[in-house]
Nanobody, 116 residues
Framework: VQLQASGGGLVQPGGSLRLSCAAS????????MGWGRQAPGKQRELVAS???????EYADSVKGRFTISRDNAKNMVYLQMNRLKPEDTAVYYC???????????WGHGTQVTVSS
């Protein structure tokens, strides 16, 4: 499967962005889908995950500000990011995991820059 993230850009602190991830095939078979990010000089970290039949999970740093959702009919996953902070600046990547292989697939990222 190919995962293509889009929707990144430059936004001021306190602003919002909505990231989209388009999968090249049906996402019905994926137990989990989510988003990770990597800032310069830092390791990649998980930001949000959404599970088939389960509740979303978020990194503590984004709880209450980010919302993940998936549209199985459109093969899409979204990340709504509100009240953005400079420390949210990173390349954001979409991921997907079939049963027994969490986060097995990662797509190309989209740059998010939060700066005044």
């Amino acid at each position: 499967v190919q995962l293509q993230a889009s929707g990144g850009g430059l936004v001021q602190p306190g602003g919002s962005l909505r990231l989209s991830c388009a999968a090249s095939r049906s996402i019905l078979g994926f137990d989990d889908m989510g988003w990770g990010r990597q800032a310069p000089g830092k390791q990649r970290e998980l930001v949000a995950s959404i599970f088939r039949g389960g509740s979303p999970e978020y990194a503590d740093s984004v709880k209450g500000r980010f919302t993940i959702s998936r549209d199985n009919a459109k093969n899409m996953v979204y990340l709504q990011m509100n009240r953005l902070k400079p420390e949210d600046t990173a390349v954001y990547y979409c991921n997907a995991g079939p049963p027994g292989r969490p986060r097995a697939y990662w797509g190309h990222g989209t740059q998010v820059t939060v700066s005044s």
